[in-house]
């Protein structure tokens, strides 16, 4: 009876370390799908911003309908993107679609130079201070994902981890590239 007692605790200690594991990767996964919910979460708070920043502007510069119209087609396209963070294709269209909202704005903002009145409406000014805490937030949103998914891709992609990773179809998730817009900032000049 004591010769059987061995191998009954070595394979349960191998058992509560696989599970050890496996769970460690699910709550891994699932911090990376809930920090890149808060990047989304500050995308449609930009996104809400930018229909009050749009209507302000709207109201001083009317003329000024094809950038107007551009920024309003960006943001269509931004918000009619479905994501999976897991799908590289899928995600590449995503932040495609946010550059292109980004470069939308800083037309945008650029058109705004030749309206002085704009430029001092408070409603205005509150928008685009809101629209930059935005970028901010939007920024460190991004990196506390980058963090998570750094972390998680290391749990898969480490021994021994990687030998119960496979066994459960845990995969590294890829990393995002910055979008072609990201290298240069807006140039925006609100001075005469």
Not at 54 to 63: I, L, N, Y
Not at 66 to 94: C, M
Not at 99 to 117: D, F, K, T
Request: aromatic fraction near 14%.
């Amino acid at each position: 009876m004591k010769k059987y007692l061995l191998p009954l605790w070595i394979i349960l200690l191998i058992a509560l370390w696989i599970w050890w594991i496996y769970n460690s990767m699910v709550s891994a996964q699932e911090t990376v799908k809930s920090t890149w919910w808060q990047v989304e979460n500050q995308y449609q708070r930009r996104l809400d911003l930018i229909d009050n920043l749009v209507e302000t502007v709207r109201w001083f510069a009317w003329q000024e309908l094809e950038v107007l119209t551009q920024v309003t087609e960006a943001r269509a396209r931004a918000t009619s993107t479905t994501i999976n963070i897991e799908d590289a294709q899928q995600f590449e269209a995503f932040q495609q679609n946010q550059g292109e909202l980004w470069s939308a704005l800083s037309r945008l903002l650029v058109a705004v130079e030749a309206y002085p009145e704009l430029k001092s409406d408070q409603n205005f000014l509150e928008l685009q201070a809101q629209l930059e805490w935005t970028e901010n937030r939007i920024a460190t949103a991004r990196n506390d994902y980058l963090l998570k998914l750094a972390s998680y891709n290391r749990t898969v992609r480490t021994m021994p981890n990687v030998l119960i990773a496979r066994l459960f179809w845990f995969f590294p998730i890829e990393y995002f590239e910055a979008d072609q817009w990201a290298e240069r900032a807006p140039r925006v000049n609100f001075g005469s």
